[in-house]
């Protein structure tokens, strides 16, 4: 029955028993469910690497088993942040083969053909933005998971504030770094001074600009944009994409208002919690959350003591029993 949660059946049967008899050794396991002494000793590696069973604190050499209100719990929490970070994944996937599919696949000799066309080099990026910039009528939609150096910072500016005057509007999401690095910070200012509404999220895809929903630019190289831009004109590409962007935004946090709380946690707080239970390092943490990795570590260290936890470990535990994650 707790297969759904990663529980194999020897192992669900081992923790029933321990449940109901805690003070049973492996003899009596091993007597009770008429099975060999390798069966049960593997079924309890598997509890504990599980967290649902523990070493008891009053007989020493011992183990316990978890209470399911904290142990099982803590194992949905932790099934729950593997779907939602497999749907991020998904959600990045899905423009990354919409991108390859524009490029390699075979173009029909009809109107309605996907286009792509690949442009190399910063200057003729540059000139391909402007020009599309140009041509911009009604909507510029943006996706900024890094922050550009300081001439992008003022180029931006500069062009948002043309675009605006022309009566053009323009959505940009941005990593919720924006609103702790003095950099990014600086960066979403110039934004919004020049006319554009901005959010933030503690996930987001690779970079992408849309432009009035028909013209979409993203990197071939997520990982390297020195690489080039791709430029996508088909329209069931780009569909995709705007449809990606707006999944993106509604779950977005404008720029003005405080990241909210749900519970008691913020939305980074709550990544944090979910990346460091699905085995992330502090490292990798940081890197996912757009955060220096001492400012991880402090976050993290935040969170145990309102948790009043020991251990990673434990404040996952309480975490999830706190509904955070």
Same mark, same amino acid.
Request: overall charge negative.
């Given at each position: 029955?707790?297969?759904?949660?990663?529980?194999?059946?020897?192992?669900?049967?081992?923790?029933?028993?321990?449940?109901?008899?805690?003070?049973?050794?492996?003899?009596?396991?091993?007597?009770?469910?008429?099975?060999?002494?390798?069966?049960?000793?593997? $079924?309890?590696?598997?509890?504990?690497?599980? &967290? @649902? !069973?523990?070493?008891? /604190?009053? %007989?020493?050499?011992?183990?316990? +088993? =978890?209470?399911?209100?904290?142990?099982?719990?803590?194992?949905?929490?932790?099934?729950?942040?593997?779907?939602?970070?497999?749907?991020?994944?998904? $959600?990045?996937?899905?423009?990354?083969?919409? &991108? @390859? !599919?524009?490029?390699? /696949?075979? %173009?029909?000799?009809?109107?309605? +053909? =996907?286009?792509?066309?690949?442009?190399?080099?910063?200057?003729?990026?540059?000139?391909?933005?402007?020009?599309?910039?140009?041509?911009?009528?009604?909507?510029?939609?943006?996706?900024?998971?890094?922050?550009?150096?300081?001439?992008?910072?003022?180029?931006?500016?500069?062009?948002? +504030?043309?675009?605006?005057?022309?009566?053009?509007?323009?959505?940009?999401?941005?990593?919720?770094?924006?609103?702790?690095?003095?950099?990014?910070?600086?960066?979403?200012?110039?934004?919004?001074?020049?006319?554009?509404?901005?959010?933030?999220?503690?996930?987001?895809?690779?970079?992408?600009?849309?432009?009035?929903?028909?013209?979409?630019?993203?990197?071939?190289?997520?990982?390297?944009?020195?690489?080039?831009?791709?430029?996508?004109?088909?329209?069931?590409?780009?569909?995709?994409?705007?449809?990606?962007?707006?999944?993106?935004?509604?779950?977005?946090?404008?720029?003005?208002?405080?990241?909210?709380?749900?519970?008691?946690?913020?939305?980074?707080?709550?990544?944090?919690?979910?990346?460091?239970?699905?085995?992330?390092?502090?490292?990798?943490?940081?890197?996912?959350?757009?955060?220096?990795?001492?400012?991880?570590?402090?976050?993290?260290?935040?969170?145990?003591?309102?948790?009043?936890?020991?251990?990673?470990?434990?404040?996952?535990?309480?975490?999830?029993?706190?509904?955070?994650?």
């Amino acid at each position: 029955m707790l297969d759904i949660l990663g529980l194999g059946n020897d192992a669900e049967q081992v923790y029933r028993l321990l449940l109901s008899h805690p003070r049973w050794g492996v003899a009596q396991l091993v007597d009770h469910l008429a099975t060999d002494e390798d069966t049960v000793r593997a $079924a309890l590696d598997e509890l504990f690497d599980l &967290a @649902l !069973l523990r070493h008891s /604190s009053e %007989r020493e050499g011992e183990l316990r +088993a =978890v209470s399911p209100t904290v142990g099982l719990q803590s194992l949905l929490a932790r099934q729950q942040a593997d779907v939602e970070h497999r749907m991020q994944r998904i $959600a990045a996937g899905q423009a990354a083969v919409a &991108a @390859l !599919l524009a490029e390699y /696949s075979d %173009r029909p000799a009809t109107e309605e +053909a =996907v286009e792509a066309e690949r442009v190399i080099g910063p200057d003729a990026i540059q000139n391909r933005l402007e020009e599309l910039g140009q041509s911009l009528r009604e909507e510029l939609l943006s996706i900024v998971p890094s922050v550009p150096s300081a001439a992008a910072v003022e180029a931006a500016r500069q062009n948002n +504030a043309e675009l605006v005057a022309r009566r053009v509007t323009i959505r940009t999401t941005l990593h919720d770094s924006a609103r702790r690095d003095p950099n990014a910070a600086g960066y979403a200012k110039s934004l919004t001074d020049a006319g554009t509404e901005v959010r933030t999220a503690p996930l987001l895809p690779p970079r992408m600009l849309i432009f009035d929903r028909s013209i979409a630019v993203v990197p071939i190289d997520p990982g390297n944009t020195a690489q080039g831009i791709l430029q996508l004109s088909g329209r069931g590409v780009v569909a995709s994409l705007v449809t990606l962007y707006e999944q993106v935004w509604r779950t977005a946090v404008p720029l003005g208002a405080a990241a909210r709380a749900v519970d008691g946690i913020t939305p980074v707080q709550r990544e944090l919690l979910q990346l460091l239970a699905q085995g992330h390092t502090d490292s990798s943490a940081a890197t996912r959350l757009g955060m220096s990795e001492r400012t991880c570590r402090r976050a993290m260290a935040e969170l145990m003591e309102r948790l009043g936890a020991r251990s990673r470990f434990e404040a996952g535990l309480l975490a999830a029993r706190e509904g955070w994650i």
